[in-house]
């Protein structure tokens, strides 16, 4: 044990920095292992435990580009993580208890769009990019979940209405597997897995929506149930630990309404109707097992409403923007952690404009955390275990689309908006970010 802390000793170096204070040590102490001085402080430097990481992703060019969290250490220098020189697009971020993560993405193999993904481990830092789709054709719409045992769950579709999975464990990725073949299904594909490896998938076709749970034990979805009863759209779940899980969808006939369902020990329940008039959902689960649910007003289109399910059951939905112009121009974002978060687009003065509200023993009021004079597009929401949530926005800087961030602690109230991406080369396309 001590030839291996001398050698990474060796490599890092006498000294590491964390912001305006350091630590050192001997590598070669001879007391024993983890007591040596400074290596309890370097591993946790190293490997920040539990709660408080993150993630970003986004594509710039031919690039995808990301930058980790640690409350040990603040945000990363940004890391370009694939490496083919063509365009990417669509990443999506998940990261777990200790900051493990990865990255998924579409780019082209030279032949087709493939699903490419980069994983991340505080010790190691970032893996090379590697394609994980078996298709001899296009493959889209990617969709990632990770677990606090570094474990991840990839699905993807072809254009022929196949539906398929890759399952990374144990230092691998298994080859694909068909999980469903539905005509008609919109995107996106709702996934979640939660920290004990369970994972959920929710697809919304034509005919009605569909529920997939995912076992690490047998490392293979169960059958397909059916969860609602009419045609659905924008489909989003949140799993819960166990194998439980909430789905939310917006049916596709009338209203649109909000519709949601419960997966329990004994499979799916009967859906439920949350309101009428709702639309592009989006759902979490906090640390306290609470369930809350964001949508557009379908009905004017110029609100935002939120509802929670505690104990199984949903409260009556409570507005919670202002009354501008127009609401969800893009779906609503919910980010679960200790205390929820949510974050959407609203037209006010002829503009796109970013607002966030907090649960915090009760909605706290909407605040506009931006106001650039082009106005913002592709809001992104994530929130922590410790009380933090983080707004995540493309923005105008320097001439480019940007990456633009903001801030809310346990108490509430939201930073001033401050740019997270300053590669001015070039406009960015797409973002994701995640928390744990």
């Known amino acids: ?148 045992s570094g474990r991840a769950l990839v699905i993807y579709r072809d254009t022929a209405n196949n539906y398929y999975y890759v399952y990374y464990s144990s230092g691998q990725w298994s080859t694909q597997t068909l999980f469903d073949t539905v005509v008609g299904a919109t995107v996106p594909m709702g996934l979640d897995m939660s920290a004990d490896g369970y994972a959920t998938v929710v697809l919304t076709p034509a005919a009605a929506p569909r529920g997939f749970s995912f076992s690490p034990w047998t490392r293979q979805f169960t059958p397909v149930q059916s969860i609602g009863s009419s045609s659905a759209i924008y489909g989003t779940v949140a799993a819960g630990g166990g194998g439980t899980a909430t789905a939310v969808w917006a049916n596709n006939l009338g209203g649109p309404d909000m519709y949601s369902n419960q997966l329990g020990p004994a499979g799916w329940q009967t859906e439920f109707q949350i309101k009428t008039f709702g639309s592009e959902p989006s759902v979490s689960i906090d640390s306290s097992g609470v369930y809350t649910a964001a949508f557009v007003d379908a009905n004017a289109y110029d609100r935002i409403w939120a509802a929670q399910l505690r104990n199984g059951v949903w409260s009556a939905p409570q507005q919670i923007s202002p009354v501008l112009s127009v609401a969800g121009t893009l779906t609503t974002r919910v980010a679960g952690g200790a205390a929820p978060a949510v974050v959407w687009l609203q037209t006010t003065g002829g503009l796109d404009h970013v607002f966030a509200a907090r649960y915090l023993n009760g909605w706290q009021p909407a605040q506009q955390l931006e106001n650039d004079v082009l106005g913002a597009v592709g809001t992104r929401a994530a929130a922590d275990g410790l009380g933090r949530a983080v707004a995540i926005w493309l923005q105008s800087a320097a001439g480019q689309q940007s990456v633009w961030y903001s801030e809310s602690g346990s108490s509430g109230g939201w930073t001033p908006a401050a740019l997270l991406e300053e590669d001015n080369s070039a406009s960015v396309i797409d973002v994701s970010v995640d928390f744990y």
């Open 1 to 148: 044990m001590r030839l291996r802390i001398a050698a990474l000793w060796a490599a890092i170096g006498t000294t590491v920095a964390t912001g305006s204070s350091c630590f050192s040590f001997d590598a070669d102490c001879s007391s024993a292992d983890l007591n040596c001085p400074g290596i309890a402080g370097l591993l946790a430097y190293l490997l920040p435990a539990g709660r408080g990481v993150g993630m970003v992703a986004w594509t710039i060019g031919n690039d995808v580009y990301a930058r980790t969290y640690a409350p040990t250490r603040g945000w990363s220098a940004p890391q370009v993580i694939d490496n083919l020189a063509v365009p990417p697009a669509l990443p999506t971020a998940c990261v777990s208890q200790g900051g493990q993560g990865a990255v998924v993405w579409v780019q082209s193999d030279g032949a087709f769009n493939s699903i490419y993904v980069a994983r991340y481990h505080p010790l190691s830092g970032w893996s090379s990019a590697q394609q994980v789709d078996g298709l001899a054709s296009i493959a889209q719409n990617p969709n990632i979940g990770c677990d606090a």
